[in-house]
Nanobody, 124 residues
Framework: QVQLVESGGGLVQAGDSLRLTCVAS????????MGWFRQAPGKEREFVAA????????TYADSMKGRFTISRDGAKNTVYLQMNSLKPEDTAVYYC?????????????????WGQGTQVTVSS
């Protein structure tokens, strides 16, 4: 089992930045690819970004490219999501997810473990 705990969400204004943190515990963190997803009220959960277990490969949803950066620190069993130039449409609950294997896949069904989520609210 892998336990994931997100933090770092909050209320910010448009144009501000936030860094989300996800700390993993349980099985070996270094053998899991990690992803971030988000879900806004009344909408389906959508892919945000993912990173391979080595950190050498990342992938992003088109609307986040250039604004969001995913990274990981193996020594701390932690994955981060740096979010810059936030927009009101980025308002959602952000979830951290883990999947065994190298590939940073984009489908929610490909991830086995999920955190409880952290709320990000961007005001205009």
């Amino acid at each position: 089992q892998v336990q994931l705990v997100e933090s770092g969400g909050g209320l910010v204004q448009a144009g501000d930045s936030l860094r989300l943190t996800c700390v993993a515990s349980g099985r070996t963190f270094s053998t899991f690819a990690m992803g971030w997803f988000r879900q806004a009220p009344g909408k389906e959960r959508e892919f945000v970004a993912a990173i391979s277990w080595s950190g050498s490969s990342t992938t992003y949803a088109d609307s986040m490219k250039g604004r969001f950066t995913i990274s990981r620190d193996g020594a701390k069993n932690t994955v981060y999501l740096q979010m810059n130039s936030l927009k009101p449409e980025d308002t959602a609950v952000y979830y951290c997810a883990a999947r065994p294997g190298w590939s940073p896949l984009t489908g929610a069904r490909d991830y086995n473990y999920w955190g409880q989520g952290t709320q990000v609210t961007v005001s205009s």
